[in-house]
């Protein structure tokens, strides 16, 4: 069948199709890029956990087209962001250039995750005119430790937003507030399933949402954790703690609580792993492979093992260290991260094929 075959017959399909082999099947990543590009006013809607159809669907296809989950084909989206598709040795995905770096601004450093390399990117990129904002993950401030998507537009808030959530935020939702305000140069920073979903867009030629697209930041991602679970049953439930006290979260071995007090609390990465979200054992890309910059702390303190994709990565990456604003070493002094970061890769991989053959 033919490319325009294969659009053709997508078009004779709609959201039913989606709900019968993909939310129905616990597949859905929640991302919300059907909601985003239906064309159509009040007939997708994002819930609590993804879409739900709450108009009559026209069966226009676009829903099936830009859903990271539904008759994907990885190669050919390889093919349109780096010319070609990654080799089997290419573990975690094709790339340029793969350092460790940290920031070198304290403002940034004291609120970030890691090594605080996305805040600076979006800074650097923002005060040269790269970008006019970044679709990123805020905290509800009704609500704490709630990621909430959030259209950034200055410098104050890309530092606000900086750290890791490790419940599910759909960033997409962000971006197309962005694209609706106008924006024509957006950023957007999220998790492997959100990269593979906007890429689907571009792939799609929805052009006024692709045409807004100025940089991918890819944050790797073994998995996400239920809010309800992990946040209220296991911390604020069995474990008694009071949310609002908590500083930072973060995941070496385990997950690490920080509070205000200055206590740190480890929860067995075992325990944790009890409240994975489902649609999370199906995917297969650890490291955001079709982003233009990949990004992550693990098996790393106080630094972030970098992965440059795309020529618009290392352009951005470059301003940024010459603005003395990255500090940056070489990944072959850091060893056992860039291993970790292989066996990972091939884990995740491994992981998403059992369950695909399990369903």
Known sequence: MTSQSRKTEVKRRGFEELQSHVLLKDLCTSCGACVIMCPFKEVLDYALNGPSLVGECTKCGICLRVCPRYELDVGDLEQMVFGRERRPEEVFGLSKTVCVARST??????????????????????????????????????????????????????????????????????????VAEGLGKIAFVGTPCQILALRRIQRASLRKHSRALALTIGLFCSECFSYEGL?????????????????????????????????????????????????????????????????????????????????????????????????????????????????????????????????
């Open 231 to 359: 946040m209220i049953q296991k911390i604020q439930g069995e474990m008694g703690m009071d949310l609002r006290a908590i500083t930072k979260m973060n995941i070496k071995g385990g997950v690490i609580l920080q509070t205000k007090t200055g206590q740190t609390v480890k929860i067995p990465l075992r325990d944790a792993k009890r409240y994975t979200e489902t649609k999370c054992q199906y995917c297969s890309d650890f490291s955001a492979e079709l982003a233009d910059i990949s990004l992550g702390g693990i098996g790393l303190e106080g630094w972030t093992l970098t992965i440059i994709r795309t020529d618009k990565g290392k352009d951005l990456f470059s301003q940024a260290v010459n603005k003395g604003l990255l500090e940056v070493k070489p990944v072959e002094d850091f060893k056992s991260a860039f291993n970790l970061l292989q066996k990972l890769s091939k884990t995740k991989r491994t992981r998403a094929e059992k369950k695909r053959l399990e369903s």
């Open 105 to 178: 601004r304290k403002d940034i450093l004291g609120t970030c995750q890691d090594g605080g390399v996305a805040t600076t990117l979006l800074s650097s990129a923002f005060t040269s005119g790269a970008i006019d904002g970044a679709a990123l993950s805020g905290i509800d401030p009704s609500t704490p430790w709630l990621p909430k998507p959030l259209l950034a537009t200055s410098l104050d808030e890309f530092v606000e937003c900086a750290g890791t959530r490790y419940s599910y935020s759909p960033n997409l939702l962000a971006y197309n507030t962005g």
